[in-house]
């Protein structure tokens, strides 16, 4: 039950492709992701949580722990997501007011 | 993966309860049953995802927790809906998992049935609530 994980640079944002369900066992990865691009100085982030069919709070803190390590750089973290669990669980937390969020990855770096 | 699941008729309706270990790998399968078994009981997708959400926390807040016995997970069918209760007990690891989440998971819970509650007590550790059939759709 692994995420898959992609990342791609578009308009000068780093974009992470999520696939999967996020919760106690994989947010791991997601955060390593998260870390690795940071590290690489890539403070300009979008998470693209479409594909994402599952998402508990262990998923949530691991992006809020990269949107604060992003902020701290300059930087910016951004989710991209459509109607469904994901919304739910991000609306339900208040998550919705801290992060910018987006409909699409192109709204998201300004491509579209 | 789980342990072992068991059904159980009685007068107030059907039981089923799925054991899984202290790990966080069996979550996913936590989820799988509950919502297998909401499916089967005619709950709306809706539902379906914030009861699969729920189960998840519940588990995932007792692993967080440093449980390390089993974790049981039981759906009762009830004429208003499906009553849950996840059971966690054992002795407490030296070290916990790490301490990840700023959200409390079990608010998180009561933010989709309000009428969830713990208990604790003898070593033993319960999260219940209601997961009604109709949705009276919180977001």
């Known amino acids: 039950m692994d995420l898959v994980l992609g990342s791609r640079n578009e308009n000068g944002w780093a974009v992470l492709e999520v696939q999967g369900e996020v919760d106690l066992y994989t947010s791991s990865q997601l955060r390593d992701a998260i870390l690795r691009l940071t590290e690489e100085a890539e403070n300009r982030i979008v998470v693209d949580l479409n594909n994402v069919s599952f998402m508990d709070s262990s998923g949530l803190g691991v992006l809020v722990a990269g949107l604060k390590r992003a902020r701290e750089r300059g930087g910016e973290l951004a989710l991209v997501f459509g109607e469904g669990s994901v919304q739910k669980v991000i609306g339900i937390t208040g998550l919705d007011k801290i992060f910018p969020t987006h409909r699409s990855v192109g709204e998201a770096t300004g491509g579209a | ?139």
């Open chain 2, 1 to 139: 993966m789980a342990q072992g699941a068991t059904d159980r008729n009685d007068a107030a309706g059907s039981t089923v309860s799925l054991a899984i270990p202290a790990d966080p790998a069996s979550v996913g399968t936590v989820r799988y049953f509950a919502a297998t078994i909401a499916r089967h009981a005619g709950l709306p997708e809706e539902l379906i995802n914030d009861l699969r959400l729920a189960v998840s926390e519940a588990c995932a807040e007792a692993i967080d927790t440093g449980v390390t016995g089993s974790i049981r997970v039981a759906l009762s069918l009830e004429p208003e809906g499906i009553d849950v209760e996840v059971t966690s007990g054992g002795s407490i690891r030296q070290e916990g998992w790490e301490g990840l989440v700023p959200i409390n998971r079990l608010q998180l819970i009561r933010a989709l049935f309000p009428d969830a509650e713990t208990h604790q007590g003898r070593g033993m550790r319960v999260v219940r609530f209601t997961v009604p059939f109709a949705s009276s759709s919180k977001t």
